[in-house]
């Protein structure tokens, strides 16, 4: 079972980057880690999605290191509407889906 | 275009008794999804509907079954509630099913609170 684990909580100001990292095993080369977003009372949103080493998109970075015992999520200069919870999905079949236990991050002016 | 839509939003029900919650997916979806949110368990997939067909499935028990129709609508029934099936009901639809190709995007509906007493 890929078993994924996320820090609780973290702070960060306004226009720093902020660095979220999933822990996971036992996943294979082709397995899909994908992140996704939550404010309070919406379903999340789809933020980044990617099995090899880098993957980037307008809004975030994926790294997925070598061993892909875990991948971080990387978002650029953040703002306070960027504070929400933010949850990694480990994807090893189609039927076997692991969501991380969340993160929440606060955006501080 | 419009988002995926889950009707009714908010929902109190007696042990015991069933509960259908109800999905639309976003205009030329064909796929939907389920998932149950709460707080002990966090996110854990239910099933996932397909041309009217269950493609995928997660590890729930009987008591949870869903549907979808024609129109790529889809509906999830539980029976026999307990007070542990209290959570937030999501749906996402997505163009093609998990495992149909390499990756595909899920675009979320903003869930339906299910409060079992």
């Known amino acids: 079972l890929a078993k994924t684990t996320q820090p609780i909580s973290m702070d960060s100001y306004e226009g720093q980057e902020v660095n979220i990292t999933c822990s996971h095993n036992n996943i294979a080369t082709n397995d899909y880690i994908t992140w996704y977003q939550q404010f309070p009372s919406q379903g999340p949103r789809f933020i980044i999605q990617g099995y090899k080493t880098k993957v980037t998109n307008e809004v975030a970075s994926l790294f997925i290191p070598a061993d892909r015992k875990s991948s971080t999520l990387s978002l650029p200069r953040v703002s306070l509407s960027d504070t929400a919870v933010y949850y990694c999905l480990v994807e090893t079949g189609a039927n076997n889906l692991f969501f991380g236990t969340g993160t929440r991050l606060t955006v501080i002016p | 275009k419009a988002g995926v839509t889950q009707t009714p939003r908010y929902l109190i029900k007696t042990r015991g008794q069933q509960v259908t919650l109800s999905c639309s997916p976003i205009?030329?979806?064909?796929?939907v999804s389920w998932y149950q949110q709460t707080p002990g368990q966090g996110l854990q997939f239910l099933f996932e509907?397909?041309?009217?067909?269950?493609?995928n499935k997660g590890n729930f028990p009987g008591r949870f079954s869903g549907r979808q129709f024609s129109n790529s609508r889809s509906e999830m029934n539980v029976s026999t509630l307990e007070l542990g099936d209290s959570a937030l009901y999501l749906c996402?639809?997505?163009?093609?099913?998990?495992?149909?190709?390499?990756?595909?995007?899920?675009?979320f509906g903003p869930g339906t609170r299910l409060t079992v007493t």
């Open positions: 509907y397909f041309s009217e067909t269950q493609r």
């Open positions: 205009s030329g979806h064909r796929s």
């Open positions: 996402a639809s997505s163009l093609s099913f998990r495992g149909s190709r390499g990756s595909y995007e899920q675009y």
